[in-house]
């Protein structure tokens, strides 16, 4: 069975950084692309970031353009996502995805993604 686990979730103040993990198992890791949406109370789920099986190509939300990177390491089928700058908006629940689409297009779409994490709280406060 396929499982995704995130890690490193927490508060933290505005202005700080955390790095977020997401460990999976039961598939072939380099097969897959990785991405991070985060959902807040009352929000819709929102993406976050991508990147492509490959490694070179990555999507950035337009909200956390220029402050947070994504990346793996296939070695370990585990993808990160690295944030600075924090904001007290950027607060909600961060899930780790994973799918085989071949459409760069369709890496930001939550609805493409087969297999989700359970989720991992961040608090940003003020």
């Known amino acids: 069975q396929v499982q995704l686990v995130e890690s490193g979730g927490g508060l933290v103040q505005a202005g700080g950084s955390l790095k977020l993990s997401c460990a999976a198992s039961?598939?072939?890791?380099?097969?897959?692309?990785m991405a991070w949406f985060r959902q807040a109370p009352g929000k819709a789920t929102e993406f976050v970031a991508a990147?492509?099986?490959?490694?070179?190509?990555?999507y950035y939300a337009d909200s956390v353009q220029g402050r947070v990177t994504i990346s793996r390491e296939n070695a370990k089928a585990t993808v990160y996502l690295q944030m600075n700058s924090l904001k007290v908006e950027d607060t909600a629940v961060y899930y780790c995805a994973a799918d085989r689409t071949t459409a760069p297009a369709l890496l930001i779409t939550d609805g493409e993604y087969k297999y989700w994490g359970q989720g991992t709280q961040v608090t940003v406060s003020s």
């Open positions: 990147i492509g099986w490959r490694g070179g190509s990555t």
């Open positions: 039961g598939l072939t890791f380099s097969w897959y692309n």
